[in-house]
């Protein structure tokens, strides 16, 4: 017996329409970002970023953590402390730097910057210096910080465009068990014909 005769026509019909609720590219980088960011050992913020180029193709991805060979349980993670030595800031790499560490091209010139808060001061002269042209960002939360208005102040006169990306959904569920097993149409994938 065919596919065809297996499947109803309804459950054909769908199939040769496109899906309508896919991720459009921007919700797809910032996701990318957000799941990079499940990878941070910081116990108060998990933050991802992604760098894109023009042609839609993810060439960096970092997250908050701290520098390679240094053992992190044994570096501080507080965010206070009498001694600023025994707080989290002297150490950690964010996750900007870390996305533009992590390149997969030969640079970043030109390219876009997804990232889950808006960049410091300090990650803001590493995209300027890297050449990244655009920064869309989720949160500002810090704003009217010393390092934020410093960051601002850099990224204009380096002409490095900066937007608050609007989310058109407010989370994105990543299920394992969706492949290989009934989907939404309540067909099993292993009655259809390998990709």
Not at 7 to 31: A, G, V
Not at 130 to 159: C, F, N, Q, W
Request: aromatic share 8%; glycine share 6%; net charge neutral.
């Amino acid at each position: 017996m065919t596919i065809r005769g297996k499947i109803s026509r309804t459950h054909c019909e769908n199939w040769t329409r496109k899906r309508q609720d896919y991720l459009e590219w921007p919700e797809y980088f910032m996701s990318v970002a957000f799941l990079s960011a499940q990878r941070s050992k910081d116990p108060n913020s998990q933050v991802g970023a992604c760098i894109v180029n023009q042609e839609n193709k993810i060439v960096g991805i970092g997250y908050n953590g701290m520098p390679n060979g240094c053992d992190d349980d044994l570096l501080p993670w507080s965010r206070a402390a009498e001694d600023k030595l025994d707080t989290k800031y002297p150490y950690v790499c964010h996750a900007e730097l870390n996305a533009i560490m992590n390149k997969n091209s030969a640079d970043v010139k030109g390219c876009s910057m997804y990232v889950a808060l808006f960049p410091c001061n300090e990650c803001a002269k590493l995209i300027i210096q890297a050449g990244i042209k655009d920064v869309i960002y989720l949160s500002d939360k810090y704003h009217d910080t010393p390092e934020m208005k410093a960051s601002r102040t850099l990224l204009a006169m380096a002409g490095v465009t900066y937007r608050q990306f609007k989310p058109k959904r407010n989370q994105i569920v990543i299920d394992f068990s969706s492949i290989g097993h009934v989907g939404v149409s309540g067909v099993s994938t292993e009655e259809l014909p390998s990709q």
